[in-house]
């Protein structure tokens, strides 16, 4: 594999590999279920707070 096979592979399927990454990422973080976990991490720091 030289410079030039490796460069047309990285701009055609590693870009739409990337693309699609990014949109399932987005999509794990924003599904359905999502928020109480979000809102438990949100507050985690607060839950050995003995001052009161």
Known sequence: M????ARHFADSWGL???VI???GL????FRKG???????????????DDNG
């Open 16 to 18: 739409l590999f990337t």
């Open 34 to 48: 999502a928020s109480r976990h979000h809102e438990h991490a949100a507050n985690m720091i607060f839950g050995d």
């Open 26 to 29: 987005v999509g794990w973080t």
């Open 21 to 23: 990454l990014f949109l």
């Open 2 to 5: 030289n410079y030039d096979t």
